[in-house]
């Protein structure tokens, strides 16, 4: 077998082998055996790297068969860290999670005001704070993410690069990259509120489905067959106005409505002319009419003010729409930097580009 055939076979096991750890730690090396199908000796020699180069470490004992101990092997947090920046319209938080997924490092950035050059400087310091330049020579920094939220777009922060012959308005992500030089993955928080809700609940998200994610503005994604649809430049579509073409905030309607007393939001949903009755109604078209030009199997509506219970409630009954009947999905924000940095980690020690 040629050299390059048995280098691929060896990161393939070497890809078992991590797998099998981020997903139940602890394990020992006859477990591992038995969970990848690979050989005790293949085992044995590809952990033996695994641990000279740092990436597990043995934990203790674990029980095993016929009574006997035998080391348990798991993922070692001090491998590296990555960096997950959540990003707002105006403010930024700047996480650290060590390869165990424990917050290491957090700190609130000083206010962008949606400046792409004053949040590459804040994240940058942020960085440098975070590690020490000794490790950032060892490369202990692995990656970062830029978790954009609801109320912003990937494309609103650019930054001014200048070579000191020439300049050029490049993104963030690539400013990051030129600085650091580790890999840099852009999503939007959206992208994990589907997922990683219905995946709390056993539940399948499904190869077709619509999500509609409500703020102060609506955006839209669609996904088929397991691939978001590009829509306009960055994978999604804000229809806030064909929800509310009179203007005005969606998170502040649900928000009015839910501090209405019950029997006034009733009323609401009976008039045909109340705000509220005039969203549902234009939703409901909105929902038509992605049915009409896409395999929607599902459609899920999440964001701020999906997170009012009344109007939600009020939302999906009087939502005429033979097609589908959405499901309200309500995650916790907070956890969304964790979600992407367990991304992070898990594209780190098992992609096939690692």
Do not use: W
């Amino acid at each position: 077998m040629k050299k390059s055939s048995l280098r691929t076979v060896k990161e393939k096991n070497r890809r078992l082998i991590l797998r099998a750890l981020l997903t139940e730690g602890g394990l020992s090396r006859i477990e591992l055996a038995k969970q990848t199908g690979l050989s005790p000796s293949t085992i044995t020699a590809l952990v033996g790297e695994l641990l000279a180069e740092g990436v597990v470490q043995e934990s203790g004992l674990r029980a095993a068969t016929a009574g006997r101990s035998r080391a348990g092997l798991t993922i070692c947090p001090d491998y590296g860290r990555v960096v997950v920046v959540d990003i707002g319209r105006s403010h930024a938080v700047l996480y650290l999670y060590d390869m165990a997924l424990q917050c290491v490092f957090r700190t609130v950035l000083p206010d962008h005001g949606g400046d792409g050059n004053e949040l590459l400087t804040s994240i940058s310091d942020a960085i440098f704070q975070g590690f020490s330049m000794e490790e950032l020579h060892a490369g202990k920094m692995k990656s970062i993410g830029l978790l954009f939220q609801d109320d912003t777009e990937i494309s609103e922060f650019r930054v001014m690069y200048s070579t000191g012959y020439t300049a050029a308005t490049i993104s963030l992500r690539e400013a990051l990259f030129t600085q650091f030089k580790v890999p840099i993955v852009e999503e939007y928080s959206r992208v994990y509120t589907v997922s990683r809700a219905l995946a709390e609940a056993g539940k399948s998200v499904g190869s077709n489905y619509a999500h509609i994610d409500l703020g102060d503005r609506a955006v839209v994604q669609i996904v088929q067959k397991e691939q978001p649809v590009a829509l306009r430049s960055e994978g999604q579509a804000d229809i806030t106005g064909l929800l509310l073409p009179e203007g005005g905030s969606l998170l502040e309607l649900a928000q009015n409505f839910e501090a209405e007393p019950p029997a006034q939001q009733a009323a609401a949903l009976k008039s045909e002319q109340s705000p509220v009755s005039c969203f549902t109604v234009r939703l409901s078209n909105v929902a038509r009419l992605l049915c009409s030009l896409f395999v929607i199997e599902k459609l899920y509506l999440s964001g701020p003010a999906a997170a009012s219970p009344a109007f939600m409630r009020g939302v999906v009954q009087k939502l005429k729409s033979p097609e589908m009947r959405p499901v309200v999905l309500n995650p916790d924000p907070v956890h969304t930097p964790a979600f992407m940095a367990t991304d992070l980690r898990q594209s780190l020690l098992c992609s096939t580009d690692a």
